[in-house]
């Protein structure tokens, strides 16, 4: 699975308004800030899975980015609302990928931005890459849209 929304992934959809600060002297948003967003939309779908990332650190998994990609379709202006939609599409031993598309609530057909992240899994005691625990497997598990 690259980049396509399996039907039945759960997907978390939050927003965010653009801020001034997310922008540049053109009032257009910064191509680094969609980094920003696409974390944001990363920890609202932990959260929606029960499951903040601050809680994975207490259990002593840390997850660090080892990949970051953004596709630039057409550019967010101060004052929007972005719409962010936020997935897993991949699960490996001890990586997974989430998706992201940001685009106007008022025009759901139409990406602006579209991008993904991997994050790997790393044991906090030994900072050693590890297997994903079975207790986040489940949180990630794609198909689980309850």
Same mark, same amino acid.
């Given at each position: 699975?690259?980049? +396509?929304? !399996?039907?039945? =992934?759960? *997907?978390?959809?939050?927003?965010?308004?653009?801020?001034?600060?997310?922008?540049?002297?053109?009032?257009? $948003?910064?191509?680094?800030?969609?980094?920003?967003?696409? &974390?944001? *939309?990363?920890?609202?779908?932990?959260?929606?899975?029960?499951?903040?990332? %601050? =809680?994975?650190? &207490?259990?002593?998994?840390?997850?660090?980015?080892?990949?970051?990609? *953004?596709?630039?379709? #057409?550019?967010?202006?101060?004052? @929007?609302?972005? =719409?962010?939609?936020?997935? $897993? %599409? @991949? /699960?490996?031993?001890? %990586?997974?990928?989430?998706?992201?598309?940001?685009?106007?609530? &008022?025009?759901? &057909? @139409?990406?602006? $931005? #579209?991008?993904?992240?991997?994050?790997?899994?790393?044991?906090? *005691? !030994?900072? +050693?890459?590890?297997? /994903?625990? =079975?207790?986040?497997?489940?949180?990630?598990? $794609?198909?689980?849209?309850?």
């Amino acid at each position: 699975m690259t980049g +396509k929304k !399996d039907k039945n =992934a759960f *997907a978390a959809l939050s927003q965010h308004r653009v801020l001034y600060a997310d922008t540049d002297a053109m009032g257009i $948003v910064y191509n680094g800030a969609y980094f920003r967003f696409f &974390e944001r *939309a990363r920890d609202e779908y932990l959260r929606q899975r029960g499951l903040p990332y %601050s =809680a994975i650190e &207490e259990r002593g998994i840390s997850t660090p980015l080892t990949e970051a990609y *953004a596709h630039y379709y #057409s550019s967010f202006r101060y004052d @929007e609302i972005i =719409a962010m939609e936020c997935w $897993v %599409s @991949e /699960i490996k031993r001890a %990586s997974f990928r989430f998706e992201y598309r940001l685009f106007l609530p &008022e025009n759901p &057909e @139409e990406t602006k $931005v #579209s991008g993904y992240t991997v994050l790997v899994t790393l044991n906090k *005691a !030994d900072q +050693k890459i590890c297997k /994903i625990p =079975a207790w986040m497997l489940e949180l990630l598990t $794609v198909g689980k849209n309850d």
